[in-house]
């Protein structure tokens, strides 16, 4: 396994050489590049005798050229991984920039491509470098989510570069994957996402904590591993992979009817939303009125959306999802019975670090042969990734007795 590690100029190219070791003891033949800027955060010679390779770092330096070093360097990788990765490095990525050794690399590289961006948390939520992430994702490139808590800069927030053992981890994973091939290609997955609203007026509304995060996750890495994506989501904050259909809707109601659409041509059904389970019975049409008087909210069941697929799947794959507060796999167990599923994925939401509105999830797997499998702690791109090796294995590459 060749990897050739792309650092660029942010206080957390210093981890970078740490993530270099870890990729060499996962086995990994390590090249490195440096960007100018990153020279100034850490001395190549570091990684040098890390790496025992020479550290490219400019297009033009003396005795770079009697090859053609960015075109030598993108045949030999097998991935091109770029931790941490800066603003300006995914910019210049995602509009075909090649002006220094990396970004020439990158256009002639022919290999996958990971980057793992770390920087302020303004410069991670500006419209322009979440729209030039989102190119790069659309174009295949996987993107290893920055991680929140303090930051450099003083600030709190998304930005921080994941650890270098997350980083390794993923990056062994992908390549694995890669080199695999499109491990869910000629494959149609629909994916519900996000919370639903259910209205009392036209003003207020119930709904819950839901950030689409996982749902956003399990699109994006089917994507990834060469599916077809429909994603059905309750308003979010996150912005579709580009490549994915996408249907927002607003009430369960509308998710059903959406999901009922769209249910034929799926292969692959995975619940992720949080459904609202009870709908106002009479929403007003217009404002109700303050009052000195106490309200009572009459409320009736809303659809059950997965129970309705569970009864009508006819080729396709159907996953739950269910979101526990106690004896999650006897309760998670329970619902894969009644709701006629393959598989279901059971979040403890009462844990830490699980469940709504976290970038980690902590789940297990149960799946119609009662295969149990708990997962520890990852992220949610991570936790998406293990449910379809899961899905693969049990359903898709093997003779299953029942
Ligand atoms: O969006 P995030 O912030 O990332 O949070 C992720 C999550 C916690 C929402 C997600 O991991 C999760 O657990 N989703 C399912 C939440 C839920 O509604 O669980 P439930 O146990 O109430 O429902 C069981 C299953 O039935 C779910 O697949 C749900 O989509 C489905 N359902 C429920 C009610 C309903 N009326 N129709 C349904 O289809």
Known sequence: MNILLGVTG?????????????????????????????????????????????????LFEPGANTTIKHIEAARWANLLLVAPA????????????????????YLSATCPVMIAPAMNVEMWR?????????????????????????????????GRLAEPEVIAARAIAFLQRASAGADLSGHHVLVTAG?????????????????????????????????????????????????ARFIPVWSAQQMCDAVTRHLNEATIVIKAAAVADFRPRHPQASKIKKSDQSVTLDLEPTPDI???????KTHQIVVGFAAETDKPVEHGRDKLQRKNLDMIVVNDVTAPGAGFDVDT????????????IALPLLSKREVADRIFDHLIEVFLSTQVDE
Do not use: W
């Open 10 to 58: 942010c206080i957390g190219a210093y981890k970078a050489a740490e993530l270099l070791r870890q990729l060499q003891q996962r086995g990994a033949v390590v090249r490195v590049v440096m960007t100018q800027s990153a020279c100034q955060f850490v001395g190549p010679v570091t990684f040098e005798a890390l790496s025992g390779h020479s550290v490219m770092t400019g």
């Open 86 to 105: 800066t603003a300006n490095i995914i910019a210049k990525f995602a509009r075909g920039l090649a002006d220094d050794m990396l970004s020439t690399i």
């Open 126 to 158: 500006h419209p322009a470098t979440q729209e030039n992430v989102a190119i790069l994702q659309a174009r295949g490139v996987e993107i290893i989510e920055p991680e929140s808590g303090f930051l450099a800069c003083g600030a709190v927030g998304e």
């Open 195 to 243: 919370p639903t609203c259910e209205d009392l007026d036209p003003i207020r509304f119930l709904t819950n904590r839901s950030s689409g995060k996982m749902g956003y996750a399990l699109a994006e890495a089917a994507l990834a591993r060469g599916a077809d994506v429909t994603l059905i989501s309750g308003p979010t904050r996150l912005t579709p992979p580009p490549m």
């Open 306 to 312: 997965l129970t309705e697929v569970g009864r009508r």
């Open 361 to 372: 999830n902590r789940v297990t797997i149960i799946d119609r042969y009662d295969h149990v």
